[in-house]
């Protein structure tokens, strides 16, 4: 993703969030983009630093916080949003007249008569160039061959929902603050966070097994997994949801009017 697309849809996040939020402060912009979209306050914080303040330097957001900005905004994707910003991106249009007079001065030397001299050094320098070009297009391609085989190998990170695909050679942690772990198409699949209500399955119709996992953090709040196993974040083991966790922690209504239950 270019930097120029990354920074404008990032701009343009934040005077939304200013519309909509009472307080024009990084936290507050940053929990009223959090709350429509699926990105933490921390990685939203992180990318207005880089962008807006020009603090973090090191930081560069992940495509899936940018993908999640052009839906705040309105598209459908990065790749909508770049096809409609197109014609704004600097750079469109003709030369510079500086390198279009130098362009036409050398369209007009090639026609002038050479002595037999400087048309050896000529062909001499020609050659030199060719070979200068072929040493560098074998170098690139060594370096992309390279960069692929590091890259090929699948790890993936946990964004604080879900966990999303990433290279290896990313490091120890990705952007999220979280472990670069190996690729496990398993828990890829089936290992999500969940947010649930009084109409969430949470046990099976025919044999009455638990369908969800959850984890007590140091609030006290419970969060549900859809799989077994450790907690993405800190390896603590998960425990299978029980009817006592249901009827003291899940609210019996959903939020609306027409879902209240009735005795």
Known sequence: MEEFYVKKITEEVFKKAKDKSASHKKYALAKEVEAATGLSYRTIERTYDKFIRRKDEDYNPSSNTIEEFCVYLGYQDYAGYVEKNKAKEPGNGSLPSSLKDKKETQDSSTGAATKPGQKNLHSAS???????????????????????????????????????????????????????????????ENFKRVEVDITTPFFSEQNQKPLLWYYKNKQGEIEYYTAPGLHPVNGKTLKAVTEYIVEKYVPIHQNKPSSFVRE
Not at 176 to 185: C, K, S, T, V
Request: with cysteine; hydrophobic share 35%; aromatic share 16%.
């Open 126 to 188: 020609i050659l030199g160039a060719i070979a200068l070009t072929l040493l560098l297009v074998f170098y690139l391609l060594f370096q992309n061959k390279t960069s692929k085989t590091a890259d090929s190998v699948n790890c993936m990170t946990w964004t604080g929902r879900f966990y999303e695909k990433i290279p290896c050679s990313k490091g120890s942690y990705s952007t999220y603050g979280n472990a670069i772990e190996p690729y496990d198409e398993k828990r890829f």
